[in-house]
């Protein structure tokens, strides 16, 4: 077996999903336990008093406090790393703030030594607050993916990211075309896909910011690649619910969009 590490205090975990099999039956509290790993998995675990002698010996076990509880990492289901510079930017409407302060800082991005700094804090404060994996928008520029996963890497989470796609309706700095989008991603997802814990997602940032061009070619890029994710976003106010009826006026509401061409 390889070299183990095991850590022992308080630790709380899931035996199945609380919200179709409920809390009670899927909630275990074990007080005082152990949990060893080795090759990134957990080999044991248990009350200490059970584990403790199956450990080889020598193996150095980590005490935690009771005042301390040990859970698997936390996972962030939609965040936007290059936002991180404008976190507490006033909250006017969604169409407002894009261009007032969101489509400001990504322009920043086309940096690479600034994008990898905020990467950086990013990713920082994610194991700060225990969280492991997240789903990211990064930005247009490819370097801010590129640069992203690399400092991932480095720290050992498991990041679901993706170039944003945009080819209206955006700053000229930050749009691209259906075609460049597609080539771009398709570089990307052959390079970081699976490359360690780094997954790809394909990331049209919404309908109002790409043409159904590109929106097609996106959905032909994701069932080209097996595996790999999309995000995006959908009715995030009444005003935008609006203006994507005026955009895609023979459809008969947002969801009816041939989102990513995933029909």
């Given at each position: 077996?390889?070299?183990?590490?095991?850590?022992?205090?308080?630790?709380?975990?899931?035996?199945?999903?609380?919200?179709?099999?409920?809390?009670?039956?899927?909630?275990?509290?074990e007080?005082?336990?152990?949990?060893?790993?080795?090759?990134?998995k957990?080999?044991?675990?248990?009350?200490?008093?059970?584990?403790?002698?199956?450990?080889p010996?020598?193996?150095?076990v980590?005490?935690?406090?009771a005042?301390?509880?040990?859970?698997?990492?936390?996972?962030?289901?939609?965040?936007?790393?290059?936002?991180?510079q404008?976190?507490?930017a006033?909250?006017?409407q969604?169409?407002d703030?894009?261009?007032?302060?969101?489509?400001?800082?990504?322009?920043?991005?086309?940096d690479?030594?600034?994008?990898?700094?905020?990467?950086?804090?990013?990713?920082?404060?994610?194991?700060?607050?225990?969280?492991?994996?997240?789903?990211?928008?990064?930005?247009?520029?490819p370097?801010?993916?590129?640069?992203?996963?690399?400092?991932?890497?480095?720290?050992?989470?498991?990041?679901?990211?993706?170039?944003?796609?945009?080819?209206?309706?955006?700053?000229e700095?930050?749009?691209?075309?259906?075609?460049?989008?597609?080539?771009?991603?398709?570089?990307?997802?052959?390079?970081?896909?699976?490359?360690g814990?780094?997954?790809?997602?394909?990331?049209?940032?919404?309908?109002?910011?790409?043409?159904?061009?590109?929106?097609?070619?996106?959905?032909?890029?994701?069932?080209?690649?097996?595996?790999?994710?999309?995000?995006?976003?959908v009715?995030?106010?009444r005003?935008?619910?609006?203006?994507?009826?005026?955009?895609?006026?023979?459809?008969?509401?947002?969801?009816?969009?041939?989102?990513?061409?995933?029909?």
């Amino acid at each position: 077996m390889s070299h183990l590490t095991a850590i022992r205090g308080p630790v709380l975990t899931y035996t199945g999903d609380a919200f179709l099999e409920g809390l009670g039956s899927t909630m275990r509290y074990e007080p005082d336990a152990i949990v060893a790993m080795a090759s990134g998995k957990i080999t044991h675990f248990g009350p200490a008093s059970q584990v403790r002698p199956q450990l080889p010996d020598g193996t150095v076990v980590k005490e935690y406090g009771a005042d301390t509880v040990i859970m698997a990492g936390f996972i962030d289901c939609h965040v936007h790393y290059p936002q991180t510079q404008i976190i507490g930017a006033f909250g006017e409407q969604l169409i407002d703030w894009l261009d007032k302060y969101t489509f400001l800082a990504e322009q920043q991005f086309a940096d690479q030594d600034h994008a990898r700094e905020v990467a950086q804090v990013f990713l920082r404060e994610c194991l700060r607050a225990g969280t492991t994996t997240a789903a990211v928008y990064c930005t247009v520029y490819p370097q801010s993916v590129e640069v992203f996963f690399e400092e991932s890497q480095k720290l050992g989470t498991r990041m679901i990211a993706g170039k944003v796609l945009m080819d209206r309706n955006a700053p000229e700095a930050l749009t691209d075309s259906a075609q460049k989008g597609y080539d771009e991603s398709k570089a990307l997802i052959g390079k970081w896909h699976g490359n360690g814990r780094q997954l790809y997602a394909v990331t049209p940032r919404f309908a109002a910011s790409s043409t159904p061009e590109q929106m097609e070619m996106a959905g032909a890029l994701w069932h080209e690649h097996p595996g790999t994710y999309l995000q995006s976003h959908v009715s995030e106010n009444r005003t935008e619910v609006s203006w994507v009826k005026e955009l895609y006026p023979e459809r008969s509401g947002y969801l009816d969009i041939p989102y990513l061409g995933c029909r």
